[in-house]
Structures are given as structure tokens and as C-alpha cells.
């Protein structure tokens, strides 16, 4: 890397820089009321790779991305599949807060479903089994 000066500090090689992923999903210069959860929001959009940072910064073909990433997306995808179309499920109300003081940052009761049922019936579809491995804590009924 070359040394580089931006918004007057001057970066030397070998400096080492924090990136606010936090901060950045949330500049309210790049998002209309970005502390809202508002998905419809991409529906639309092409992509830019220095406003939202789901997995690293900048081009994916040129630029550090998370080795992960593509693993990540297609996960996203099922999981979402699953809980949109082959579970039902009940979302008591929990603890949302996050905070920034503990890695990763999380809501601080994570995610929790409970009365999880397949929609396909007795053998048909997810159960409570399969949604611990979205990032849920099931309960069955």
C-alpha cells in the first residue's frame, strides 16, 4: 500500500485501520432512516460496495472481501427459504439492544422462535432440529 492521506490524516505503510461496519451501515449520509430494518430498500438497487458492507469492503474482484462470502449468501438464502416457507413459528418478544462493547454485535437475546412446526405436516419440511442451524433458538410447542 502506498502511504495516502484522507480527510487530512496521512496513512504510512503498515498502518493499521479499524473499519466501523457499524457505523458505515448505518451513515445517515448513505441511508434514509437507516436505523430502520426496511429490506424493500435493495429491491431495487444495484449495489455499491462502499455503503454497505455485508462482508468487506469494496469490489469483490479486486478488493479484500470475506473468504466466506459466497458461502454466507447462499446460507442467507436457505435460511431465509426455510423460515419463509417450510416452518411456522412464533416471535415472543425479546431484547433487541445491541451492544457495541461485545464481538459480534448482536441483539443481546439473539434470535428466538419458539412453537416451531413444519408446514408440510408429520415428516414433511424443517422441524425445531434444523433451526438452530439459522442462527435460532427453536422451541417446539
Do not use: K
Not at 22 to 28: C, F
Request: aromatic share 8%.
Amino acid at each position: 500500500m502506498q502511504p495516502f492521506t484522507w480527510r487530512e490524516h496521512r496513512f504510512a505503510e503498515g498502518d493499521w485501520v479499524l473499519l466501523d461496519i457499524y457505523g458505515t451501515n448505518r451513515d445517515p449520509a448513505a441511508w434514509d432512516r437507516p436505523e430502520r430494518f426496511s429490506p424493500e430498500r435493495f429491491v431495487d438497487r444495484r449495489g455499491d460496495p462502499y455503503t454497505l458492507i455485508p462482508q468487506g469492503g469494496g469490489d469483490h474482484l479486486r478488493d479484500h472481501r470475506c473468504a466466506g462470502e459466497w458461502l454466507t449468501i447462499a446460507l442467507t438464502r436457505l435460511a431465509v427459504d426455510v423460515l419463509a416457507r417450510e416452518i411456522e413459528y412464533d416471535v415472543p418478544g425479546q431484547d433487541l439492544t445491541v451492544s457495541l462493547s461485545r464481538m459480534p454485535a448482536r441483539p443481546a437475546s439473539g434470535c428466538v422462535i419458539e412453537r416451531v412446526r413444519s408446514r408440510g405436516g408429520p415428516g414433511g419440511g424443517a422441524d425445531a432440529r434444523g433451526v438452530a442451524g439459522l442462527g435460532c433458538a427453536g422451541r417446539t410447542a
